[in-house]
């Protein structure tokens, strides 16, 4: 089945810095990427997603890029603030999976003012 | 408002319990999964299901069981036969091809 690391563990930035968070994926069939922000105690949300037929994504202060060849993607926060402070998960999932996500083990993002 | 809803927040069970999570979704989503998380690691699948009375095992569902009597509901029981239960647990729906949708989560302790 797929399997999904994510780096690093743990990411502590200075506000206004960037962060960059790295996941890799096994299952050259996947094809779709989204990026989950989990708050304390919350349900985790999603922030941004890329599909296999683009290589980058934009929305703000947030981008993913994505390199199928590597089987790699990467969350990039610009600009950060002490409320991007949160658990950031990345996931791969396929059509053809009933929509079964596999996640990373998650980044806890510090954001220090 | 359209959403996901998961209960109780908290929840405490003896040892040898058996105890039910709540999980309800008005999106009109077809899919619906019950997922594990422990602390510093990832969202491991319990359960989940694609249609009205049909569920499928995910990776860790020794010890739990679920029904999806209606297309809005998707209750998970954890049964006395999980060995540790204490987890924070999480409710998500999907419609199709999209992103899952979670719900706030129930923490369950065994005392």
């Known amino acids: 089945g797929e399997n999904v690391e994510q780096h690093p563990s743990t990411l502590s930035v200075q506000e206004g810095d960037s962060a960059v968070i790295k996941c890799t994926y096994s299952?050259?069939?996947?094809?779709?990427f989204p990026w989950y922000k989990q708050e304390l105690g919350k349900g985790p949300q999603l922030i941004i997603d890329?599909?296999?037929?683009?290589g980058e994504k934009k929305d703000q202060r947030i981008a993913v890029t994505l390199n199928k060849t590597a089987k790699h993607f990467s969350l990039h926060i610009t600009e950060t603030q002490p409320e991007d402070s949160a658990v950031y998960f990345c996931?791969?999932?396929?059509?053809?999976?009933?929509?079964?996500?596999?996640f990373g083990d998650g980044t806890t993002l510090t954001v220090k003012p | 408002d359209g959403g996901i809803t998961q209960s109780p927040k908290y929840l405490f069970r003896k040892e040898g319990q058996n105890v039910t999570l709540s999980c309800e979704q008005n999106?009109?989503?077809?899919?619906m999964y019950w997922y594990r998380q422990d602390p510093g690691q990832g969202l491991r699948l319990i359960y989940y299901s694609q249609i009205v009375n049909d569920f499928q095992k995910g990776d860790i569902a020794e010890g739990y069981s679920v029904s999806r009597e209606k297309k809005e509901s998707f209750p998970l029981t954890v049964t006395s036969a999980q060995k540790n239960p204490t987890a924070f647990y999480l409710c998500?729906?999907?419609?199709?091809?999209?992103?899952?949708?979670f719900g706030q989560g129930t923490r369950l302790t065994v005392v």
């Open positions: 299952d050259s069939a996947s094809n779709y």
């Open positions: 890329i599909r296999s037929n683009v």
């Open positions: 998500a729906s999907r419609k199709g091809y999209t992103e899952a949708f």
């Open positions: 996931a791969a999932s396929k059509g053809t999976n009933a929509g079964k996500s596999t």
């Open positions: 999106l009109n989503h077809d899919a």
